[in-house]
């Protein structure tokens, strides 16, 4: 009868060596998650710069700095970039992926909120939709019938933007422009979901007017929108570290930055 508690014994390693082979092994992961690669000072310092050049954009557009959110981009940094967005006094990042977010959450402050950015598949919009306060992509009516369902179970309604691939890049998602009223009109009859705005992202390109002529198409469309369904659309999320004053002249309310604030990934 094998003795139970031995558990090392059972693949022939004495037991001190098991626990220092079983850090060795889950450590790793856990490094980049808990240790920042910057001081809070160097984030802090890069803040100031972007906030310096959103002012210096709002004012040129004849906008107060305040009609501006900067919403961090904490994608592939560790759950020190989140934290140093809130102690920074930034109360909302935002996240590419629902997996990603679901490991860091439970390592930051709950006062911190959750948006998602990226692409969310089918199969994730249960889980996105219980731990984001408000998700960027939406961009066909599967997912905003899922989205909508599993709202029901928050005790708030859940925030969504649409998001427009108004630079028709191929490489993009996010729904056609021509789609954008079929998709409003759905969203507008769900009761568990709030929608707040447009969200889009602009092409690459070396031609900064591609940016100019995209973040345009989405604050137009915004504007016919608005009108036509006689609903508000306060926000347009567009801008991000390589192309945000343009945004921001084109009407932006959210800039989503991470390589500026956080480094490159
Ligand atoms: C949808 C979206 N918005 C914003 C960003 C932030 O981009 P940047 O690091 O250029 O600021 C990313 C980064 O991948 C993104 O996917």
Do not use: Y
Request: proline share 8%.
């Amino acid at each position: 009868m094998p003795k139970r508690g031995h558990a090392s014994h059972q693949w022939g390693l004495p037991n001190f060596l098991f626990f220092p082979l079983l850090l060795r092994a889950f450590l790793p992961a856990a490094i980049p998650l808990l240790f920042s690669t910057m001081l809070f000072t160097e984030f802090q310092s890069r803040l100031a710069e972007v906030q310096t050049a959103i002012a210096a954009a709002c004012q040129a557009a004849g906008r107060p700095a305040s009609a501006v959110r900067l919403l961090p981009v904490t994608k592939t940094h560790g759950a020190w970039a989140a934290e140093f967005s809130l102690r920074a006094g930034l109360l909302a990042v935002g996240e590419n992926r629902v997996q990603e977010a679901a490991e860091k959450q439970p390592l930051c402050p709950p006062a911190l909120q959750w948006e998602l950015i990226g692409h969310l598949q089918s199969n994730k919009a249960k889980q996105a939709a219980s731990l984001f306060s408000c998700i960027q992509s939406v961009d066909n009516e599967k997912l905003l019938g899922l989205l909508a369902k599993a709202a029901a179970l928050r005790p708030t309604p859940l925030s969504v933007l649409l998001q427009i691939n108004a630079g028709r890049d191929p490489a993009k998602f996010g729904a056609e422009v021509e789609e954008a009223p079929r998709l409003l009109e759905a969203a507008l009859a769900c009761p568990t979901l709030r929608v707040q705005g447009l969200m889009t992202i602009a092409p690459l390109s070396d031609d900064p007017d591609v940016a100019t002529r995209t973040f345009a198409a989405l604050r137009t469309l915004r504007d016919d929108l608005s009108a036509r369904f006689q609903v508000p659309l306060p926000e347009l999320s567009m801008g991000m570290s390589g192309d945000f004053p343009a945004a921001i002249a084109a009407g932006s309310t959210c800039i989503r930055v991470g390589t500026a604030l956080f480094g490159a990934r």
